[in-house]
């Protein structure tokens, strides 16, 4: 069955661009027509959907991010990435990625086990 | 999409019943199939959330009985029959209608 890990650092400094990976296993990234994505959970709140790509490399954010994140896939190394600029602490969350089942139009099935993210000097 | 849950936290004895609602600030029904684009999740403290239910009213393969999702167009509800020990969790409505896929705040199950 497909696995999801997500990878990255776990502090970052405020201004900086934080830079987290996705690695599937279980099954390949380009194939069975599922779309991936990036969703964040800040400390004891709810969760918000970032962004998700297709593995031709077809992309669509959250308008909330404001243009400050980008989604690129590695099909040779099945994996995706999240790349989240002028990072303030508002952005300190856990950051999970997930995979869509269904299609861009889908729930999230599985989910990585996350991986928290802490934007302070 | 805004989607709205109530109560944000519940207090419910063993063995009992527990509902939890999700309301949806526009239909998330697509006519065309009739089918409803919600989803069900729960999250234990410490892990990523688990799916639950989809197309409102699916339970996902290997979700015991007991849970069960109903509802229609803007309005939706996550019942629990009998309340085990192990469903003290987190509870989230998503809606995937549209993009951005919006959540639910979350509703906090407990024992009573």
């Known amino acids: 069955q497909v696995q999801l890990q997500e990878s990255g650092p776990g502090l970052v400094k405020p201004s900086q661009t934080l830079s987290l990976t996705c690695t599937v296993s279980?099954?390949?990234?380009?194939?069975?027509?599922?779309?991936w994505s990036w969703i964040r959970q800040h400390p004891g709140k709810g969760l918000e959907w970032i962004g998700y790509?297709?593995?031709?490399?077809?992309?669509y954010y959250n308008p909330s991010l404001k243009s400050r994140a980008t989604i690129s896939v590695d099909t040779s190394k099945n994996q995706f990435s999240l790349k989240l600029t002028s990072l303030t602490a508002a952005d300190t969350a856990v950051y999970y990625c997930?995979?869509?089942?269904?299609?861009?139009?889908?729930?999230?099935?599985?989910w990585g086990q996350g991986t928290l993210v802490t934007v302070s000097s | 999409i805004v989607m709205t849950q109530s109560p944000d936290s519940l207090a419910v004895s063993l063995g009992e019943r527990a509902t939890i609602n999700c309301k949806s600030s526009?239909?998330?029904?697509?006519?065309?199939?009739?089918?409803?684009?919600l989803s069900w999740y729960q999250q234990k403290p410490g892990q990523p959330p688990k799916l639950l239910i989809l197309?409102?009213?699916t339970r996902e393969s290997g979700v015991p009985d007991r849970f069960s999702g109903s509802g229609s167009g803007t309005d939706f509800t996550l019942t629990i029959s009998s309340l085990q020990a192990e469903d003290v969790a987190l509870y989230y409505c998503?809606?995937?209608?549209?993009?951005?896929?919006?959540f639910g705040q979350g509703t906090k199950l407990e024992i009573k």
């Open positions: 997930a995979r869509h089942p269904y299609g861009a139009v889908s729930w999230f099935d599985p």
């Open positions: 279980g099954g390949s990234i380009s194939s069975g027509g599922y779309y």
């Open positions: 790509i297709f593995y031709s490399g077809t992309t």
């Open positions: 526009q239909s998330v029904l697509y006519s065309s199939n009739n089918k409803n684009y």
């Open positions: 197309w409102a009213s």
């Open positions: 998503q809606q995937y209608y549209s993009t951005p896929k919006t």
